[in-house]
């Protein structure tokens, strides 16, 4: 079982880039595709996008094409969420996600995520 742990997150301003990270202990990492989700009150997760395994191929929401880089390291068992240009709209609380494949799975659906971590909180300011 993995467990995973998010920070980075904070009080920007409208424009400005912030970078979060999700340290992943108890597992072997790069045995997961890593996703970044957010929610804000009242909704569900959003899916915002996801890595592959060895981090050959990332996928985005299409609200945020361009604007977010999602990486990862497995050496350090991390994955970061690369925000540029932040709009207030993007507040929220990020998650990261890891899910064992599968091809059956819908990977912007949260339940194909098997381990979550505790969220960490972005508001931007305008």
């Known amino acids: 079982q993995v467990q995973l742990v998010e920070s980075g997150g904070g009080l920007v301003q409208a424009g400005t880039s912030l970078r979060l990270s999700c340290a992943a202990s108890?597992?072997?990492?790069?045995?997961?595709?890593m996703g970044w989700f957010r929610q804000t009150p009242g909704r569900e997760r959003e899916f915002q996008g996801r890595?592959?395994?060895?981090?050959?191929?990332?996928y985005y929401a299409d609200s945020v094409k361009g604007r977010l880089t999602i990486s990862r390291d497995n050496a350090k068992n991390t994955v970061y969420l690369q925000m540029t240009n932040l709009k207030p709209e993007d507040t929220g609380v990020y998650y990261c996600?890891?899910?064992?494949?599968?091809?059956?799975?819908?990977?912007?659906?949260?339940?194909?995520?098997?381990?979550w971590g505790q969220g960490t909180q972005v508001t931007v300011s305008s």
């Open positions: 996600a890891a899910s064992i494949p599968d091809w059956r799975k819908t990977y912007a659906d949260p339940s194909s995520y098997d381990y």
């Open positions: 108890g597992g072997t990492f790069s045995s997961y595709i």
């Open positions: 890595i592959t395994r060895f981090g050959r191929d990332t």
